[in-house]
Nanobody
Framework: VQLVESGGGLVQAGDSLRLSCAAS????????VAWFRQAPGKEREFVAV????????FYADSVKNRFTISRDNPKSTLYLQMNSLKPEDTAVYYC??????????????????WGQGTQVTVSS
């Protein structure tokens, strides 16, 4: 699976951004897809996931009620709508995919396919 993220940028605290992740090489509806992020000097952390089939979602507590993950299967695209951004949201955001992955709580080790990342910087 090939994944290409876009939509990152420099915004101010309180602003919104929408990230996109275009997938190819596998039937998108078979993929559980997720967003992770990595800030400088920190480990990569889980942000949100949306499962194949039923499209169930799960969020990290730090982004719950601010971020929304969604998918468009005909377009083979994953989205992350980020509202009320905070400086602590600054990180490189990665999308990840795995075929027929069930469950809701994952680490990066559960995903074999990764995008190159897109930088999100939130100024105070």
């Amino acid at each position: 699976v090939q994944l290409v993220e876009s939509g990152g940028g420099l915004v101010q605290a309180g602003d919104s951004l929408r990230l996109s992740c275009a997938a190819s090489g596998r039937t998108f509806s078979f993929l559980t897809v997720a967003w992770f992020r990595q800030a400088p000097g920190k480990e990569r952390e889980f942000v949100a996931v949306i499962t194949f089939s039923q499209g169930r979602t799960f969020y990290a507590d730090s982004v719950k009620n601010r971020f929304t993950i969604s998918r468009d299967n005909p377009k083979s695209t994953l989205y992350l709508q980020m509202n009320s951004l905070k400086p602590e949201d600054t990180a490189v955001y990665y999308c990840a995919a795995e075929t027929f992955l069930a469950g809701l709580q994952f680490t990066s080790a559960h995903f074999r396919s990764w995008g190159q990342g897109t930088q999100v910087t939130v100024s105070s």
